[in-house]
């Protein structure tokens, strides 16, 4: 008798496993893969920079707290999902240009150059929205977010653990124009800052009429923020973007959603 009861337990247990939820699936996340490309002079299409950010989804009453409990008290619920920062990376080309210039009342010409370098500090944010409005009217609901927001900021920065950083608290070292004896002497100007990308090598080197300065390289991305609709689970999207008509900027996107925390094109100069 006691093996038959024995044989029945066994049996309820995997019965209860078999149609179980897995966990696996139970706690899956969606993650964001940013692939952009930015042409910074064109229609030289040899200056360039590349940036690779992944992002995860993330429950917006998670991420704040403090309002999600406000809601409640007024007998609401705060709803939404923004983008947790998982990781990011740029890189830079070298580059070099030329423009027209007066020198001493002279036609002549003003250079200006940098050099490659890559960065691992790189700040962006971003979440779900909808396209369709919303006006709040009680006893509606709000309309499923069909679209995304996306771009690049040094304001606070929301963590995959629900903690959150500000970039402008973590150590960023700038160094200014390193002068060799026997060389045009360079010096260094303006102020130099916290950007959404901070490459190693910050420097944008001047020539113009005899003299020679270096200031702080601004990085394209500066600019970048974008509106798309949600690619299709697996799927991704793809875009270009111009700051305005005539500009020399313009940016190619690839956007791509997954359930794997890889970026599928990490640190790849390719879309």
Known sequence: MHKKYYGCIVLIIAVLVFFSPAPSAAGSKTYWHFTIKAFVDLPDTNGVEWAWITMVEYDASKAYPAEAETAAEFGGELKGTVFAFVRGAAWRSAHRYFRDATCSGLPSKSGTFWETSESDSVYAMGQLISSRPFRGLPGTVPPEPDSFRFGFTTRRILRPDGTWFDPKGQVNVFTGAINVEGSLREETRGDFYLQVVNYPDNLEH?????????????????????????????????????????????????????????????????M
């Open 206 to 270: 001047h020539r113009r009429c005899g003299k020679a300065w270096a200031e702080q390289y601004l990085t394209a991305f500066r600019t970048f923020h974008i509106v798309d609709s949600i690619p299709a689970f697996g799927d991704y999207v793809f875009g270009q973007k111009s700051l305005h008509a005539g500009s020399r900027k313009r940016f190619v996107y690839h956007v791509e959603r997954s359930s794997s925390p890889e970026h599928p094109l990490w640190k790849q100069q390719t």
